[in-house]
């Protein structure tokens, strides 16, 4: 008798935490869900969040990584999401996925096709404030039809529009 109280103890418990093991997944898998993804436009540009971000083939960790991205701070383009996971195009071309905790809001530009001089206003007669190389990663503050105002290495200027990835060609972007 002793033995058959036991067992009835064991189901019930047993049962409860299969329930409780149910709902906590069920509750975890729903932090996962991204309920912002829908209302931010795609594509758009963000920054790595972290020093070490891995590129996998596809949105999840099933699959492969391709390649770890080592520079926090490094614009990419979002240009499409899946869940928690986003597709990213570096400046380059070259796509993966990625968890969006490992991005960020933040907003950064590259220096393309040359040297480039950051001038005081958006002006190509305006005062020089630094040159750029091809490659300089900078914050970027706004930019208006031609100009994109960023700041490096305690430098503030403007830079011509197109001199610079990072920025949709149609957006206004204002911090």
């Known amino acids: 008798m002793?033995?058959?109280?036991?067992?009835t103890v064991a189901v019930v418990f047993g049962s409860a935490?299969?329930?409780?093991?149910?709902?906590?997944?069920?509750?975890?898998h729903a932090s996962f869900q991204d309920?912002?993804?829908?209302?931010?436009?795609?594509?758009?540009?963000?920054?790595?969040?972290?020093?070490?971000?891995?590129v996998r083939t596809g949105p999840g960790l099933r699959y492969p990584i391709?390649?770890?991205?080592?520079?926090?701070?490094?614009?990419?383009?979002?240009?499409?999401?899946?869940?928690?996971?986003r597709k990213i195009r570096d400046k380059d071309g070259d796509e993966g996925w990625v968890f969006?905790?490992?991005?960020?809001?933040?907003?950064?530009?590259i220096i393309i096709g040359g040297e480039h001089v950051m001038r005081d206003d958006?002006?190509?007669d305006s005062r020089p404030v630094v040159?750029?190389?091809?490659?300089?990663?900078?914050?970027?503050?706004?930019c208006t039809e031609g100009w994109c105002?960023?700041?490096?290495?305690?430098y503030g200027g403007w830079v011509e529009r197109r001199n610079v990835w990072g920025v949709l060609p149609e957006e206004t972007f204002k911090k």
């Open 2 to 7: 002793r033995n058959v109280f036991w067992l």
């Open 35 to 54: 309920p912002l993804a829908p209302q931010l436009p795609v594509p758009r540009f963000v920054t790595l969040a972290s020093n070490q971000v891995n």
């Open 122 to 124: 958006p002006a190509a």
């Open 100 to 109: 969006r905790d490992l991005l960020s809001g933040k907003r950064a530009v």
């Open 131 to 142: 040159k750029l190389e091809t490659g300089v990663i900078a914050e970027l503050d706004r």
């Open 149 to 154: 105002r960023i700041r490096i290495a305690g």
């Open 17 to 28: 935490a299969i329930a409780a093991l149910t709902v906590g997944a069920a509750a975890v």
């Open 66 to 85: 391709t390649v770890v991205l080592k520079k926090e701070g490094l614009p990419v383009e979002i240009v499409k999401q899946f869940n928690g996971w």
